[in-house]
C-alpha cells in the first residue's frame, strides 16, 4: 500500500519568506499527486496536482510543486509567503489507473505566518 | 465553495447511538468520497461510491457503513458509537474519470 510522508509538522515563517514543505511517498508504481490547503475552520481545498508530463506544476494563490521521481517527492513551495496563508497543508497521492481508491494523506503540515 | 454539501455541519451524540451523515456531490460527479480526519490518525479514506456502487474499501470499521442513491447523494452510518469516533467527517466528489477530488465542509462529530 501506498503512504505519504510530510516532514515538516508544524513551521512557522514571517511574511514575505519562501516557503518549502517537504512530501515524499512510498510506491513502486505511477501515482497522481495533490496538495490541498485547510484554512482554519474551512474544508480542504485543492491547491494543484500532478498527473504526468511537466514536473513542475503550478497551482492557485503562488504556489507551486515539483515532482521528483528518483526521489518519489513532491514539494510544495512558494518564493513569498503572506499571512493569509496560515493553514494546514496537506500532500496525498492515489494511484494512477487503479480507478477505484481514496486518496491516502500524509498527516499534514500547519504553517504559521508571523506578520 | 466547492459545490459539495454536507449536512449536518455538527452532530453532539452519546456513546452507543446512531447516527447519519449525509452528503450530495457537486452537479454531475458520479464517485462520493467519505474520509474521517481525527487528531491521531489525521485524514483517512473509509470508502467510496460510485453510480449507486461501492468501489472501494479504506479503514472503514464495520460499525460503519454508507450508501449512495439514486440521486447520487450518500449517507455514512456510523453506529454504536465509541469516544473516539469523534472527529471531522469528510465527503468528497469527483467526475468520471477524474482523479481529483473535491471536499465538503464536514460534519464535526462528538460522541459524549
Known amino acids: 500500500a501506498q503512504s505519504v510522508s510530510q516532514h515538516n509538522h508544524h513551521v512557522i515563517l514571517s511574511e514575505a519568506a519562501s516557503l518549502e514543505l517537504g512530501c515524499n511517498y512510498s510506491y513502486g508504481g505511477t501515482v497522481n499527486l495533490f496538495w490541498y490547503v485547510q484554512y482554519p475552520g474551512q474544508h480542504l481545498q485543492l491547491l494543484l496536482k500532478y498527473f504526468s508530463g511537466d514536473p513542475l506544476v503550478k497551482g492557485i494563490k503562488g504556489f507551486e510543486a515539483e515532482f521528483i521521481k528518483s526521489k518519489f517527492s513532491f514539494n510544495l513551495r512558494k518564493p513569498s509567503v503572506q499571512w493569509s496563508d496560515t493553514a494546514e497543508y496537506f500532500c496525498?497521492?492515489?494511484?494512477?489507473?487503479?480507478?477505484?481508491?481514496?486518496?491516502?494523506f500524509g498527516k499534514g503540515t500547519h504553517l504559521i505566518i508571523q506578520p | 465553495d466547492s459545490g459539495v454539501t454536507q449536512t449536518p455541519k455538527h452532530l453532539i451524540t452519546a456513546t452507543g447511538q446512531r447516527v447519519t451523515l449525509r452528503c450530495s456531490p457537486r452537479s454531475g460527479d458520479l464517485s462520493v468520497y467519505w474520509y474521517q480526519q481525527s487528531l491521531d490518525q489525521g485524514l483517512q479514506f473509509l470508502i467510496q461510491?460510485?453510480?449507486?456502487?461501492?468501489?472501494a474499501k479504506g479503514n472503514i470499521l464495520e460499525r460503519f457503513s454508507a450508501q449512495q442513491f439514486p440521486d447520487l447523494h450518500s449517507e455514512l452510518n456510523l453506529s454504536s458509537l465509541e469516544l473516539g469516533d469523534s472527529a471531522l467527517y469528510f465527503c468528497?466528489?469527483?467526475?468520471?474519470?477524474?482523479?481529483?477530488?473535491?471536499f465538503g465542509p464536514g460534519t464535526r462529530l462528538t460522541v459524549t
Open positions: 468528497a466528489s469527483s467526475a468520471a474519470g477524474a482523479y481529483e477530488q473535491y
Open positions: 496525498a497521492v492515489i494511484i494512477s489507473g487503479g480507478g477505484a481508491d481514496g486518496l491516502t
Open positions: 461510491y460510485y453510480n449507486g456502487e461501492e468501489r
